[in-house]
């Protein structure tokens, strides 16, 4: 299978190369807004250099391809309208007409946590709690909190039209992605972990315990997030499907058992399992 991977090398595109590069059956090509020096942890890999919202400059990435995951978008919430706009709404309209021009098969999209992001605005912090009784699903009302929501929105909408047209394409997955990070923060501890490495809090802090907190729910680490690509690329039987993107915490209010049944996802990793970051305690990844 010959599969195109847009926004190559932010969080989540990294995490599909360090796991999923190597799979015999998989041929990679990594679309990205910029190239990486070859000195860089990414510099060996071939990038075929465009920006989204060029479909003339992306166009042809597609021929040949049997899948695309696209990852590439503006992924700040205080993004404004201006921001948002080329990346997010013109860039997977582009990504859309380039696959069903080219005879896609399945487009895997990444959307986002932020299209249901007013839950946790309504419910923060008791939301972050063991035990707190919300679960969302793809049947629950979206409640977007940005315009980087809406934007994820849109495109859960807009792959929606394609997936369903005649002339469209074949298949589409939207990812809820909830919280992937960088190898060196992939854990529960991660966000908390950083925020005291710049210098924003201290560790122990209420601040601190919040967002591990918070983490423990959200954490989508990077081995369950591309164990989650793979199953959409493998699958033959959706048309059409919104999964939540998150590993299989005891806390967190987004749900995953449409996506074990419907997908076969199966993730290893629990928040729940960490009661410190690594440096003070054994990795479990």
Known sequence: ????????????????????????????TYL????????HEYGEYDTFVADVADYDAIRPAFDGIDAVVH????????GTWTDI????????????EAARDAGVDSVVFGSTNHVMGMYEEEFA?????????????????????????????????????????????????????CSVRHAPYDHPYGDAERMVDEGETERGSDVY???????????QSRRDFAHLIECCLRDEDVSFGIFNGVSNNDRGWFGIDYARERLGYDPQDNGE?????????TDTN
């Open 71 to 78: 990852l590439a978008a503006y992924p700040y919430v205080d």
């Open 209 to 219: 315990q919040e967002q591990v907190a918070r983490m423990k729910g959200m954490w």
């Open 1 to 28: 299978m010959d599969v195109l991977v847009t926004g190559a090398y932010g969080r989540c595109g990294t995490a599909i190369i360090d796991h999923l590069h190597d799979e015999a059956d998989l041929e990679f």
């Open 273 to 281: 399992e960490w009661d410190a970051p690594p440096t003070e305690a």
């Open 85 to 96: 706009l080329e990346p997010n709404v013109i860039g997977t309209y582009n990504i859309l």
């Open 32 to 39: 990205n807004r910029s190239d990486r020096d070859e000195d």
């Open 125 to 177: 912090p008791d939301i972050y709690e063991l035990g707190f009784d919300l679960e969302l699903t793809h049947e629950d009302p979206i409640r977007p909190d940005s315009y980087y929501g809406s934007s994820k929105a849109f495109g859960e909408a807009i792959g929606r039209q394609y997936a369903e047209q005649d002339d469209g394409i074949d298949q589409f997955y939207a990812i809820r992605i």
